[in-house]
T-cell receptor
Framework: EAQVTQNPRYLITVTGKKLTVTCSQN?????MSWYRQDPGLGLRQIYY???????DKGDVPEGYKVSRKEKRNFPLILESPSPNQTSLYFC?????????????FGPGTRLLVL | AQTVTQSQPEMSVQEAETVTLSCTYDTSESDYYLFWYKQPPSRQMILVIR??????QNATENRFSVNFQKAAKSFSLKISDSQLGDAAMYFCAYRVNTDKLIFGTGTRLQVFP
């Protein structure tokens, strides 16, 4: 089954404790992206990757890092989480970066930073 | 700046009735793509329907259809024969270039039996 998986689905942590949210897709997609969803703001793009070893900032990259060492994986790293990073995070992938391609979303990761 | 506006934070509809969710967008591009995503309580984002800007014909997927008015920059979603399972948050999204999918703030749809 074609899918995007994220782990963990729920995470409670404390300020400053480094964490990683994993994202994996089994569709051999080149393009992957991370979004955060906050009430009243919709989804905002954090980082995206056009292919292995190619990443770039989205609209709200501050406080986040990503890496793309393998095509299927695109982890999101919070080196020193802060309470304003409490949010719902989505990973997405598409076959290519072209706008006609539909993005497939993971199930979401709910993060609470205390 | 490219923006997507959903002016209805909440909507409600009776089961089996029809409801229309509004979306407007702002862009100077001529070629782009528009999407409606559904987010049920499970929080997953599910693609409902998409529309290519260069196509004049409105997209349709079973009970879901859009009214795409390019000149007015309007992209509304019509849900016919509403079902209880349609209750969800609906996001309008716009995509241009290679890297950006811009979302509206969402409309929460309630379906009453």
């Amino acid at each position: 089954e074609a899918q995007v998986t994220q782990n963990p689905r729920y995470l409670i942590t404390v300020t400053g404790k480094k964490l990683t949210v994993t994202c994996s897709q089994n569709m051999n997609h080149e393009y992957m992206s991370w979004y955060r969803q906050d009430p009243g703001l919709g989804l905002r793009q954090i980082y995206y990757s056009m292919n292995v070893e190619v990443t770039d900032k989205g609209d709200v990259p501050e406080g986040y890092k990503v890496s793309r060492k393998e095509k299927r994986n695109f982890p999101l790293i919070l080196e020193s989480p802060s309470p304003n990073q409490t949010s719902l995070y989505f990973c997405a992938s598409s076959e290519s970066p072209f706008p006609r391609e539909t993005q497939y979303f993971g199930p979401g990761t709910r993060l609470l930073v205390l | 700046a490219q923006t997507v506006t959903q002016s209805q934070p909440e909507m409600s509809v009776q089961e089996a009735e029809t409801v229309t969710l509004s979306c407007t967008y702002d862009t100077s591009e001529s070629d782009y793509y528009l999407f409606w995503y559904k987010q049920p309580p499970s929080r997953q984002m599910i693609l409902v329907i998409r529309q290519e800007a260069y196509k004049q014909q409105n997209a349709t997927e079973n009970r879901f259809s859009v009214n795409f008015q390019k000149a007015a920059k309007s992209f509304s979603l019509k849900i016919s024969d509403s079902q209880l399972g349609d209750a969800a948050m609906y996001f309008c999204a716009y995509r241009v270039n290679t890297d950006k999918l811009i979302f509206g703030t969402g409309t929460r749809l309630q379906v009453f039996p």
